[in-house]
């Protein structure tokens, strides 16, 4: 691909964990990336990665429940690397707890960044993709969307996702643009770390409690949902949208 050609992508939450490993990996599939997340300091490892393997990145600091700092970002991002057409919705907080002790601001923080994050940078993004002709948007979904103890706020977030995701197929789908979501499984992050300390488990054990449960019998990893994403965003995956693919060592029922 030519750099004239060049798809330009924007994945939100790409400091760390899901959203580092998508940026590399769609760097290697030949795209340019904006790497945003809240600290434009914590993706310079992730920018700097793609930038010695020979690619194009741009680190960028953004609020994606921000609706002024979000369309500064994707001007920015229009203005240094070129038009985004393809966009990876991961930016995600937990908040975790259970009904009767969560606090009005750990659903609304979770709310804001999964669901309004997804909303406000799609919007942003999605003119330049309609006069592209070509876009590709991925949400990043989760098993929780099935119901999990201790996440009303994380599970409903997910869940809401898959709804927007397949309300932009339908709608986005004439102007050449597939919307879709990937939904992991137990995938070794920070933030299943962060659950593992929430329940009182080491990680270590967490992990292979976890991997039990698991048909192919082992955790996931960043890579793994990475790969997925890769997919819903190439060139050839133009006849598939609104789908949720869960990526979860398999069936979850």
Known sequence: MSTTEQRVAIVTGGARG???????????EGRAVAVLDLDESACADVVEKITAAGGRALAVGCD???????????????GELGAPTVLVNNAGVL??????????????????VHLRGAFLVSRACQKHMVDAGFGR?????????????????????????QGFTKTLAKE?????ITANAVAPGFI????????????????????KAAATQIPVQRVGRPEDIANAIAFFTGE?????????????GGPLN
């Open 18 to 28: 899901i959203g580092a490993a998508t940026a590399v990996r769609l760097a290697a």
């Open 137 to 161: 948007i991925v949400n990043l979904s989760s098993s929780s969307a099935l119901g999990n103890r201790g996440q009303a706020n994380y599970a409903a977030a997910k869940a809401g996702l």
């Open 188 to 207: 070794v992050t920070e933030m299943t770390a962060a659950t593992a300390a929430r329940v009182g488990m080491d990680f270590e054990d967490f992990q």
């Open 172 to 176: 986005l789908g004439k102007f050449g």
């Open 236 to 248: 050839e995956a133009g006849f598939v949208s609104g789908q949720v693919m869960y990526v979860a």
């Open 64 to 78: 994606v429940s921000d609706a002024e700092q979000v369309e500064a970002a994707v001007a920015r991002v229009a």
């Open 95 to 112: 908040r975790d707890n259970l009904l009767f002790k969560m606090s009005d601001s750990d659903w609304d923080t979770v709310m804001n």
